[in-house]
């Protein structure tokens, strides 16, 4: 391509480990990047390409736009009252077995109709969008119904066209066992794949799948009966695994090839090395390990040591991780994990666009993928870890428009 429509000059950017690389050029055109390199070496048939603007990024940090791939912001109400009771010493998992946790969450959300539904969620992703985040992944899982999940579904696709972000959606039926459905999980889970799966997978709403597979969700067994299906109707595969107990789950899900495996609180070293082998993402998940008072968190060390790629998200949930911040969980990653600022950085780009199987459009700078971008006011890539609670200022642009 000989003509251009952008130039961003003098700009320091991030390659896909994090690391910074100053003095840097990006040429843009038709919605995506067609070269990069040293400002000085800038082709002379973009800079004379009669179209062409030429932006002075003054040495400021140009990063790909952020990407959040875990989350659940669909959904309706809050749980703010089981905030109160863990206040007061109750456990998030009993809670749960009373008869709140994620199904109190599944009866406002059954309740809500899909205009209300799309409402309440519209801040949450321009909340997003608005810390530069131009890819979010969105999870049903608080339907629990067929009807219910695929109200969510549209719903996040919808929220998608109204922000302008990039959105994939996850199924996430085998979030919990519905209230019908107490007392016979594996009924639920025939359900699931026999009719509910396809059905959504049929009108065109589902980019991956999800289990929750823990305690107090479905067992290793249920979890694979899942997968099974999702593979033989080419679905991708995510999965909730160890994070509050050690179940073998990530050993299964990296098994059957999944993109992620998600929390990792108590991830061992075999289930480490399984990822490894199958280059499966880790997801880190901040936000829930802070607001839950987790005590355990992910090894990162068994992670590094496997060589296994670490992504990080904001989890947003009403639950376990009421945030919309992905700025603040790379202060978080940093602080309470352990990550070094290459890898955060890395973790919210590169690292999540491979989670989502995404790392052939957008996540990071090169040559044939989407100009999705963030210019920050900013001189040092530390800095977008460093500061929490406050956003350096900043641009950002989706296919190579500024929005």
């Keep these: 391509m000989s003509h251009a ?27 995506k990047m067609i070269w990069i390199g040293d400002d000085e070496l800038i082709p002379q048939q973009y800079l004379q390409s009669l179209s062409v603007a030429i932006e002075d990024c003054a040495d ?31 456990s998030y998992v009993d809670i749960a077995r009373s008869g709140g946790g994620i199904l109190s969450t599944v009866q ?30 969105i999870k049903s899982g608080y339907g629990l119904d067929c009807e219910s ?7 996040a696709r919808s929220l998608g066209q109204a922000s302008g972000l990039r959105v994939k959606t996850t199924f996430l039926g085998a ?21 509910v799966l396809p059905t959504l997978v049929d009108a065109g709403l589902v980019d991956a799948v999800d289990v929750f597979c823990e305690s107090i969700g479905f067992s290793v067994a249920q979890t694979s009966q899942i997968f099974e299906k999702a593979l033989k109707l080419k679905i991708p595969i995510k999965c909730h695994t160890d994070q509050l107990t050690a179940s073998g789950a990530t050993e299964i899900a990296a098994s059957y090839g999944a993109l992620s495996c998600d929390h990792l609180e108590f991830l061992t070293e075999a289930g480490a090395k399984a990822m490894a082998d199958q280059r499966c993402v880790a997801v880190l998940l901040p936000g829930a390990y802070y607001f839950l008072r987790e005590k355990q968190a992910p ?25 919309t911040s992905i700025l603040l969980m790379l202060s978080m990653a940093c602080q309470f994990f352990g990550l070094s600022i290459h890898e955060a950085l890395a973790g ?8 989502l199987g995404l790392d052939n459009t957008t996540g990071y700078l090169a040559v044939g993928l989407a100009a999705d971008l963030n210019c920050w006011s900013i001189q040092d890539s530390a800095s977008l870890c460093y500061y929490f609670g406050h956003q350096a200022p900043h641009r950002t642009m989706i296919g190579g428009q500024w929005i």
């Design 175 to 195: 979030h919990a066992v519905p209230p019908e459905f107490q007392g016979n999980a594996q009924a639920y889970v025939n359900l699931l794949c026999d009719t």
């Design 60 to 90: 400021q940090l140009v990063t790909p736009g952020l990407i959040d791939c875990h989350t659940h912001l669909v959904y309706a109400g809050d749980r703010a009252d089981e905030f109160k009771r863990r206040l007061l010493g109750e």
């Design 299 to 323: 090894s990162i060390n068994l992670l590094r040591d496997a060589g296994v790629g670490m992504a990080i998200a904001t989890d947003c949930n009403p639950g376990s991780s009421p945030t």
């Design 108 to 137: 406002k959300t059954r309740a809500a109709s899909e205009s209300l539904l799309f409402e309440q969620s519209l801040p949450r992703i321009l909340a997003m969008r608005a810390e530069g985040v131009t890819t979010v992944e």
């Design 348 to 355: 919210v780009t590169y690292q999540a666009s491979r989670a």
């Design 5 to 31: 429509d952008l130039i961003l000059r003098n700009a320091l950017i991030i390659d896909k480990q994090g690391h910074e690389i100053a003095h840097q050029a990006i040429v843009i055109a038709e919605g």
């Design 149 to 155: 999940e695929k109200k969510m579904l549209r719903v």
